[in-house]
Nanobody
Framework: VQLQASGGGLVQAGGSLRLSCAAS????????MGWFRQVTGKEREFVAS????????NYGDSVKGRFTISRDNAKNMAYLQMNALNPEDSAVYYC??????????????????WGQGTQVTVSS
C-alpha cells in the first residue's frame, strides 16, 4: 500500500481543513487507517484511526469533538476533517495504514505504511 496525504495549508484559528489520504495498491479496505501528526523535535502524536469498514473510530484526546476521520473504500481514500483549529494543531500530518485491527490503534510503530506528510499551520 502506498499512501499520499494532501490538503494541508495555512488557516486561521477557528477555521477548518480537510486532509485526504489517497491509497494505491491492493486491499485498502483491509487496512486500518490512521492519522498522526508531528512537530519538529517532538514525538509523533496519534490523531485518529478508523477500522476496515469505517464502523470503529478512535481519536486522540486533544482532537476529540473537533476532528472527524472517515474513509471511502470504493475510492481508496481516507479523510480527516479538522474543525475549530487552534495553533497547537500546527504540525506535519501523516496518514498511515495497518493490516491488523488492534484493540489499541494509537501506536505509530504498529503501522506498516506511511504517507509523506502534509503541513498544517494554524495562525492565531
Amino acid at each position: 500500500v502506498q499512501l499520499q496525504a494532501s490538503g494541508g495549508g495555512l488557516v486561521q484559528a477557528g477555521g477548518s481543513l480537510r486532509l485526504s489520504c489517497a491509497a494505491s495498491g491492493r486491499l485498502f479496505s483491509k487496512h486500518v487507517m490512521g492519522w498522526f501528526r508531528q512537530v519538529t523535535g517532538k514525538e509523533r502524536e496519534f490523531v485518529a484511526s478508523i477500522g476496515w469498514s469505517g464502523g470503529i473510530t478512535n481519536y486522540g484526546d486533544s482532537v476529540k469533538g473537533r476532528f472527524t476521520i472517515s474513509r471511502d473504500n470504493a475510492k481508496n481514500m481516507a479523510y480527516l476533517q479538522m474543525n475549530a483549529l487552534n495553533p497547537e494543531d500546527s504540525a506535519v500530518y501523516y496518514c498511515a495504514a495497518d493490516r491488523i485491527q488492534r484493540a489499541d490503534s494509537s501506536r505509530a510503530h504498529d503501522y506498516e505504511y506511511w504517507g509523506q506528510g502534509t503541513q498544517v499551520t494554524v495562525s492565531s
